[in-house]
């Protein structure tokens, strides 16, 4: 079957930095999506990766391990505005995309 | 340039009625999907179409219809409304089927 594993719950203090993990197994892989969703909301697009590396865009970082089946979202500089869940996404074979089930997290003061 | 638009925004359903969700975008996307998230879960696919007039299932299709008359509009169609179908829908779109997805705002249905 098509699994997307990330934590379930985090927290982090403001100015600090978080990584949050997801770790995948699905049949075939064509890109991993990252997204943010603050309660009640629609969710946003972050960062795409289908090449193994770093890609950087302002506070957010997304790495992507193929090999192992593994990318995380780095945030910097953590703002309140922060809070919110983050979803991790897999594209598979046929494009259709495996959503994780998201990882809240919580900025402390 | 308004996105992705849903209408209702909430919506309470008694068990057997029907009703239609209605999604339109105005970015000229071809791809629009149709998923429902239920807390603790991922999102998960209900029906998706590649342009007019073509629409395939997801996921989790049992208990819905869809149809794509047009480029902009993607209506989600409930028939015969049961309680497994209180969850938040949402509409989206995408230019390419590797590109980023672009939500509506949702729906969040219950049916008692």
């Known amino acids: 079957g098509q699994n997307i594993d990330q934590p379930t719950e985090m927290t982090a203090t403001e100015g600090a930095i978080v990584q949050i993990n997801c770790t995948y197994q699905?049949?075939?892989?064509?890109?991993l999506f990252w997204y943010q969703q603050h309660a009640g909301e629609a969710p946003t697009f972050l960062s795409y990766?289908?090449l193994d590396g770093l890609e950087e865009k302002g506070r957010f970082s997304s790495f992507l391990s193929r090999s192992k089946g593994y990318s995380y979202l780095l945030l910097k500089e953590l703002q309140m505005k922060d809070s919110a869940s983050y979803l991790c996404?897999?594209?598979?074979?046929?494009?259709?995309?495996?959503w994780g089930a998201g990882t809240k997290l919580i900025i402390k003061p | 340039n308004a996105g992705v638009t849903q209408t209702p925004k909430f919506r309470i359903l008694k068990i057997g009625q029907s009703m239609t969700l209605q999604c339109t975008q105005d970015?000229?996307?071809?791809?629009m999907y149709w998923y429902r998230q239920d807390p603790g879960m991922g999102l998960k696919l209900i029906y998706y179409?590649?342009?007019?007039?073509?629409?395939d299932k997801g996921e989790v299709p049992n208990g819905y219809n869809v149809s794509r008359s047009t480029t902009e509009d993607f209506p989600l169609r409930l028939e015969l409304a049961a309680p497994s179908q209180t969850s938040v829908y949402f509409c989206?779109?995408?230019?390419?089927?590797?590109?980023?997805?672009?939500f509506g705002p949702g729906t969040r249905l219950t049916v008692t």
């Open positions: 989206a779109s995408s230019y390419g089927e590797r590109n980023e997805q672009y």
């Open positions: 970015m000229n996307h071809n791809y």
């Open positions: 179409s590649v342009g007019a007039g073509i629409t």
């Open positions: 699905t049949s075939g892989f064509n890109g």
């Open positions: 990766n289908v």
């Open positions: 996404a897999v594209m598979d074979s046929n494009y259709q995309l495996i």
